[in-house]
């Protein structure tokens, strides 16, 4: 039999989320940290409100991020107007299948995974779930980690505007997509950060009660 394990909260300790201070015995709910003075929350507040919020409005403009074009190309000669996967799709007919594939995966495949793991972990802390918390957990790191990989979409758009302006006398710009795809990445990157990952611990000491 594994011994019961004893969450900081049920011990009234608390953690400080800008210095680590563990304090102990705070009464009551807005209290300061002793040493940098940061408010002090048992679980970050509103977090779960907070979370579904950012993701709907993520999912919603994940849309216009994949129709609308994020890059306008015009030269004397042509005008064009090219979305995410039309950009892949040239990449890939033009032979730089690598540059394709890893476009391909930071702007239309990491995002999208990112917003459903995050739902499920919404949802499963919503419901009280017990279920793989451990998974979750993990889950919940990685989908932090990939956060900071993510604007790399942005710095492959760049390096070839600046191949472009090098090669031709093309413009480039960017299109209405582009912006709808900061948003996504940004707003995605929020709700990993309020989602309260204590939260997926909090039935078990429920249970055991
Ligand atoms: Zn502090």
Redesign the pocket.
């Known amino acids: 039999m594994t011994p019961r394990a004893v969450s900081a909260a049920d011990e009234g300790l608390l953690n400080?989320?800008?210095?680590?201070?563990l304090s102990k015995n705070v009464p009551n709910a807005h209290d300061r940290?002793?040493?940098?003075?940061?408010h002090?929350h048992l679980r970050k507040p509103d977090s779960l409100a907070r979370t579904w919020a950012l993701l709907i409005a993520a999912f919603l403009l994940y849309i216009p991020a994949n129709i609308l074009p994020v890059m306008h190309t015009a030269s004397i000669i042509y005008e064009e107007d090219d979305t995410i996967m039309s950009g892949v799709v040239y990449l890939w007919t033009s032979g730089s299948w690598p540059l394709a594939i890893l476009v391909f995966c930071a702007s239309v495949t990491v995002p999208l995974a990112k917003l459903i793991a995050l739902s499920v972990l919404a949802w499963t802390a919503q419901h009280k779930s017990t279920w793989r918390q451990q998974e979750r957990t993990r889950l919940y790191r990685l989908v932090e980690f990939v956060g900071r990989w993510s604007m790399l979409d942005i710095f492959v758009v760049t390096l070839m505007v600046g191949l472009v302006h090098f090669q031709s006398l093309a413009t480039i710009s960017a299109g209405p997509g582009a912006v709808a795809f900061a948003a996504v990445v940004v707003l995605t990157m929020f709700a990993a950060m309020s989602f309260d990952p204590r939260l997926i611990w909090d039935p078990e000491q429920k249970q055991d009660d």
Do not use: V
């Open positions: 400080c989320h800008s210095c680590g201070l940290c002793p040493r940098c003075g940061a002090l």
